[in-house]
């Protein structure tokens, strides 16, 4: 009677929507782990150039983020939207589709350009260059462009280039996005569509078989890295790409994700965690986690070696000889 009376109010209708929503990622005060979900390479990153085939990855996605309703930040590289010099409107609406969703999106910079091997004043021209559409997509839903991805989480190889950018970054208002979990989800895609592209059904089918197994491994990886240098486990943020196999799996990514206990937050809400307030001191050339970051800067190398690697036949598959 009580549950009938409170289930025909407007109010609780609320609060149901509100537990589906709580639910659709993880179960808070169970764990207490967290993580953001962010997706670089927008508007698609595939071998195929069909405009059909970008359509389709695009819509997979999103369908799968609306579904769990989980926030996610999606970071773009305008270059994508031009074709001699111009701008395609096809192209334009696959980003459309992000905000129409309520999604969030950051620079990538306009042509994916690497901080390590481009000088600094280039680098900073490819940033202003590839803001310009995605400051008006979000414009009309009232928000504002204020995350950053490094391409290739180049992060620049000596202290005054990374100074310079801090300082370009802190003035215009952008806040660089790290990635925790780091994994080569991009190795297993271009396996998978050169698999496509070569009628190799099996061969797809094994790489879709072994990426979400893959990244289960690399996450437990993380997981144990980060309680082994901070002696807990820090708010994680993931690094997937909108690519063919997140189209197909990243349902069942979020499903795992749920499984292992995760609450699926905000990018913001992430970077609350303090540990992402240490100084990211990196100068190498890799483009490495976050965790092997501050691990290096407390000395601290090689915390966990055994970081979990693509399988064999995966590389292969791929035609890409190192991760
Ligand atoms: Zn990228």
Redesign the pocket.
């Known amino acids: 009677m009580f549950m009938r009376k409170l289930l025909s109010t407007t109010g609780s209708r609320l609060l149901l929507a509100a537990l589906v929503l709580i639910f659709a990622c993880g179960v808070p005060g169970q764990s207490n782990r967290k993580i953001a979900v962010t997706i670089?390479?927008l508007p698609v990153v595939t071998i195929f150039n069909d405009i059909e085939v970008r359509r389709r990855i695009t819509r997979d996605i999103l369908d799968q983020i609306k579904d769990s309703q989980v926030p996610v930040v999606g970071?773009v590289?305008e270059g994508k939207l031009y074709r001699d010099g111009k701008l395609v409107d096809d192209e334009v609406d696959l980003l459309r589709q992000w905000t129409a969703a309520g999604l969030e999106l950051g620079n990538?910079t306009y042509s994916?350009m690497s901080l390590n091997s481009n000088p600094v004043g280039d680098f900073i021209s490819d940033v202003e260059r590839g803001e310009i559409v995605t400051k008006q997509l979000l414009a009309t839903r009232g928000m504002k462009l204020r995350y950053f991805?490094h391409?290739?989480l180049h992060t620049g190889l000596d202290v005054e280039t990374k100074r310079t950018v801090a300082a370009y970054f802190e003035k215009n208002g952008y806040t660089v996005a790290p990635v925790t979990v780091d994994d080569a989800d991009w190795i297993f895609a271009r396996a998978y569509d050169k698999a496509e592209k070569d009628g190799d059904k099996d061969l797809r089918k094994r790489v879709g078989e072994a990426y979400v197994p893959y990244l289960e491994l690399k996450l437990g990886y993380w997981e144990k890295q980060s309680k082994a240098l901070l002696g807990r486990e820090v708010a994680q943020t993931l690094l997937l790409?909108a690519n063919s196999v997140n189209a197909e799996f990243l349902g069942d990514i979020l499903d795992l994700l749920k499984k292992r206990g995760y609450e699926c937050v905000s990018l913001g809400e992430v970077l609350r965690d303090e540990a992402y307030t240490q100084a990211e001191t990196f100068t190498g050339k890799a483009g490495i986690s976050w965790l092997h970051r501050w691990a290096m800067a407390k000395g601290k190398e090689n915390i966990l070696p055994e970081e979990p690697r693509v399988p064999e036949f995966v590389m292969k598959a791929a035609g890409v000889d190192s991760e």
């Open positions: 670089d390479d970071f590289n990538h994916h991805r391409p290739y790409h």
